[in-house]
């Protein structure tokens, strides 16, 4: 079975912080996605990569950015949390190929900016 | 750019009973995916069934089928024989089958609540 973790289900943080959300999946996935969930908003991509050191910016890349230095390590991070990046965060994996290929996703890390 | 709509925030149904979740999409493109996905209470995120759009034939698995239209741009699901496993946010989602196209996109998600 595919596996997606993530660092933390849930984590506090202040205003001004660096925050850094770490995803691991162990599928040797090419492709990773990190997603915003929020009530009544649905699942917005943040940014997703399809190798080590590739990244494209997704729907609402503003306020963050990630990192993926290893193939199965793909992080997030908020260089300054603020009050509204308060959410839930998902992490996905997907493998190779272009056809109805699902993606796998992790636990969730809800993250609350005080 | 493609657009996923769920008209139904929130859905009940007694358990046992049959339910169908709407949902469809906007697209000018003839070649995608659909998927649904349940994501349980505090539990992580699983596929529940997809389709291709180029087989006319509704996907099933198990007590999961769907309804596809293309042309009216459905695809809706039905749960038949209700559980109480299966109270949960229902999302729909869409590909693209273009190369290169990697992005899922979602609608904003059902809540089913079954009533035993």
């Known amino acids: 079975d595919v596996k997606v973790t993530q660092s933390s289900r849930y984590l506090v943080k202040r205003t001004g912080e660096k925050v850094f959300l770490e995803c691991v999946q162990d599928m040797d996935h090419e492709n990773m996605f990190w997603y915003r969930q929020d009530p009544g908003l649905g699942l917005r991509l943040i940014y997703f990569s399809y190798d080590v050191k590739m990244k494209e910016k997704g729907d609402i890349p503003e306020g963050y950015s990630v990192s993926r230095e290893k193939k199965e390590r793909f992080s997030l991070i908020l260089e300054s949390a603020s009050t509204n990046q308060t959410s839930m965060y998902l992490c996905a994996s997907r493998g190779p190929g272009t056809g109805v290929v699902e993606q796998y996703f992790g636990p969730g890390t809800r993250l609350t900016v005080t | 750019a493609q657009t996923v709509t769920q008209s139904q925030p929130e859905m009940s149904v007694q358990e046992a009973e049959t339910v169908t979740l709407s949902c469809t999409y906007d697209?000018?493109?003839?070649?995608?995916?659909l998927f649904w996905y349940k994501q349980p209470p505090s539990r992580q995120m699983i596929l529940v069934i997809r389709q291709e759009a180029y087989k006319q034939q509704n996907a099933t698995e198990n007590r999961f089928s769907v309804n596809f239209q293309k042309a009216a741009k459905s695809f809706s699901l039905k749960i038949s024989d209700s559980q109480l496993g299966d109270a949960a946010m229902y999302f729909c989602?869409?590909?693209?089958?273009?190369?290169?196209?990697?992005?899922?996109?979602f609608g904003k998600g059902t809540k089913l609540t079954v009533n035993p």
């Open positions: 989602a869409y590909r693209s089958a273009l190369g290169g196209s990697e992005k899922l996109v």
């Open positions: 697209t000018s493109e003839s070649d995608y995916y």
